[in-house]
């Protein structure tokens, strides 16, 4: 069935009173359903293409789509003026791009196209990441020609608009029901052409050289935060826009605090005599105040005690997380005699209400074994 045949709402999909993003997204779904480059030899998904591709050509404009509501496909015929439907070649070359890669689609934007974005991982320490700090990096990038000032031409002479594509930088083909657009080859996309390309950067308008830049960390950044350079990355071809330079945080482990978002954690271990008595402790923050936790008597190992406010700082925010100290209890391992005989004198006098979790568990043996 010829193109003139059906109903372009009905080939896309989509109801009379569809939005332009609804049409649009039915469109680019079957295009490449239907592509023939991945339906090789298909001669019914290659008319399945051709009448995607006319039903969006015309739908997507809106004069055209409602000549077509009032018309019908007459609205296309010889005396009506609006011409034969095609292809979108803009969204084809996205298309092209998902399928293919860059080498599709990708090239012939005309000289407006921007440098690319670098990424740089930094590692730094957690005293770092708290404080927050100034790094000085030096990086390989392209960027602008001294010499030519990014024209990528010899001084003194022209950058002429490309004759064969009239500046566009694109070329249009025919080929049987649609016309394809490609890249313009005499131009290579750029729309300009260089009549004495600049020895310095051989026509590219940049040259690849060090780079010195200064890196404000905030404080509270941690692991996989990113920080955009903005104008800091590859220089645009031939006085393009330049791309961004993204900066990749690492940060490495601490001895003493292990981190989770805002909060700190460390462990503590305390002898045995402090657990059962209780006590007080002394723990020093990333930021240098030094915070008196109270150890109740007859604590367990395990238990967590919370500090406000002893964590790391919010990022790009107000206040600071929380230190968690989880205590573990020590036994001693090397005791002299008079803490033997202190010890046996002690437990001569237990009866088993100073520690009721360890009476409790046996007793549950004696009663399940009948012991």
Known sequence: MSTTEIDFY?????????????????????????????????????????????????????????????????????????????????????IFETIFGSAFGGGGRGPARRGADLRYDMEITLDAAFHGEHREISIEVSQS??????????????????????????????????????PCPSCHGRGEVVEEPCRSCSGEGRVDRPQVLDVEIPPGVDTGTRIRLSGKGEAGPRGAPPGDLYIFVHVRPHPVFEREGT?????????????ALGDTIEIPDLGGESHSVSIPAGIQSGKQLRVRGGGMPV????????????IVVETPTRL????????????????????????????????????
Request: charged share 25%.
């Open 10 to 94: 009905q080939v896309l999909g989509v109801s009379r009173d569809a939005d332009g993003a609804t049409i649009k997204s039915a469109y680019r779904r079957l295009a490449m359903q239907y592509h023939p480059d991945r339906n090789a030899g298909c001669k019914e998904n290659e008319d399945k293409f051709k009448a995607v591709s006319a039903a969006y050509e015309c739908l997507k404009d809106p004069q055209k789509r409602a000549a077509y509501d009032r018309f019908g496909h007459a609205a296309f015929q010889q005396g009506m003026g609006g011409g034969q439907p095609g292809a979108d070649f803009g969204d084809i070359g996205d």
């Open 263 to 275: 909060t700190l954690a460390t462990r503590v271990p305390i002898s045995f005599t402090m657990a």
């Open 145 to 182: 020609c001294d010499t030519c000032h990014g024209s990528g031409a010899t001084p003194g002479t022209d950058v002429r608009r490309c004759n064969l594509c009239g500046g566009h930088g694109k070329v249009r083909a025919k080929q049987g029901f649609f016309v394809v657009e490609r």
């Open 336 to 371: 002299s005699r008079a803490q033997r005989d202190l010890l046996q004198q002690f437990r001569d006098t237990e009866t088993g209400d100073e520690c009721p979790e360890s009476r409790g568990f046996f007793n549950k043996l004696k009663s399940a074994f009948g012991g």
């Open 315 to 326: 990022l790009q925010g107000r206040g600071r997380g929380d230190l968690v100290v989880e």
